[in-house]
């Protein structure tokens, strides 16, 4: 599930479905240095629709981060 799917018109830009184990595997690989995960753009909480609004545009050469810390 992506948070485009969670917001109100925007349709989710995958539907991918992990095997059992899947996101261990990534993370134990992200932990090792062996995969790197490239971020395309970083949005603050208060703009969840313009980078939902990105990521459904599949035009995406990276993650869409959504920064839910607050100042």
């Known amino acids: 599930c992506t948070i485009a799917a969670q917001v109100e018109g925007v349709a989710a830009a995958n539907g991918a479905n992990a095997v059992p184990g899947a996101l261990e595997e990534i993370a134990a690989l992200v932990a090792e240095g062996r995969l790197r995960v490239p971020i395309a753009a970083r949005f603050p909480i208060e703009q969840i629709r313009r ?21």
């Open 51 to 71: 980078a939902a609004e990105l990521q459904a545009g599949r035009h995406v050469q990276g993650k869409v981060l959504i920064d839910l810390q607050t100042e």
